[in-house]
């Protein structure tokens, strides 16, 4: 029961390098998110997928790029890492793109930025 | 827009002790609500949730119960145990008002239960 997995766990950059977070999940859902986790701050939401072939921004978009690539795998990139950027990234998927379905998360990827 | 209030923490219990941890909501239409609980180091999980006026979500002796009136969604636990030491998120999802069912989340409130 893998759910949804994201790699790298933990990662360090310096300013200016690019990078791409991995997502997958294997629960055949149609729906994938990416979050930022901030201290006091919540979950941000950067990009969703409602579906296979369809991306869009969420609160906080700038920065990144996102990719779906096949119905199991999402991507975040990052193509100019700033520390403003350093953060918590959560990748998360739901079954359906409808409000009584809730969202499964990944265990997060811890990216510093230098 | 929408938006989740959540109690500040940090909160800090007693084994055995009552919890309550205050939600609030605005949303346009008839939001879906949920509580996540977040380990330390781990993603966030789902705790439970509920869709329509004056149900009640329960899940490892946490209950909420949706309140369309006052618009809460407050959780509750007779009696926490140290490993419930955790950050609890409030959290909505609705079909309406453009939100494309995504979901909006409190700050999270910071709950450590002592021995």
């Known amino acids: 029961n893998a759910g949804v997995t994201q790699t790298p766990k933990f990662q360090v950059l310096k300013t200016g390098q690019s990078m791409t977070l991995q997502c997958a999940q294997d629960?055949?859902?149609?729906?994938m998110y990416w979050y930022r986790q901030d201290p006091g701050m919540g979950l941000r939401l950067i990009y969703y997928s409602a579906s296979e072939g369809t991306t869009d921004k969420g609160e906080v978009p700038n920065g990144y790029n996102v990719s779906r690539l096949n119905k199991r795998e999402f991507s975040l990139r990052l193509e100019s890492a700033a520390p403003s950027q350093t953060s918590v990234y959560f990748c998360?998927?739901?079954?359906?793109?409808?409000?009584?379905?809730?969202?499964?998360f990944g265990d997060g990827t811890r990216l510093s930025i230098l | 827009g929408n938006s989740v209030t959540q109690m500040e923490g940090p909160v800090t219990l007693s084994e055995e002790a009552f919890l309550t941890i205050n939600c609030t909501y605005t949303?346009?239409?008839?939001?879906?609500l949920f509580w996540y609980v977040q380990y330390p180091g781990e993603g966030l999980q789902l705790l439970l949730k509920a869709t329509k006026a004056d149900d009640k979500g329960s899940n490892k002796g946490f209950e909420a119960t949706y309140r369309k009136e006052t618009t809460s969604f407050h959780l509750e636990k007779g009696s926490v145990q140290v490993s419930d030491s955790a950050v609890y998120f409030c959290a909505l999802s609705t079909n309406s008002g453009g939100s494309n069912y995504k979901l909006t989340f409190g700050k999270g409130t910071l709950l450590t239960v002592n021995p």
């Open positions: 998360a998927s739901r079954s359906r793109q409808v409000s009584n379905q809730p969202q499964h």
């Open positions: 629960m055949n859902h149609n729906s």
């Open positions: 949303a346009t239409g008839y939001p879906s």
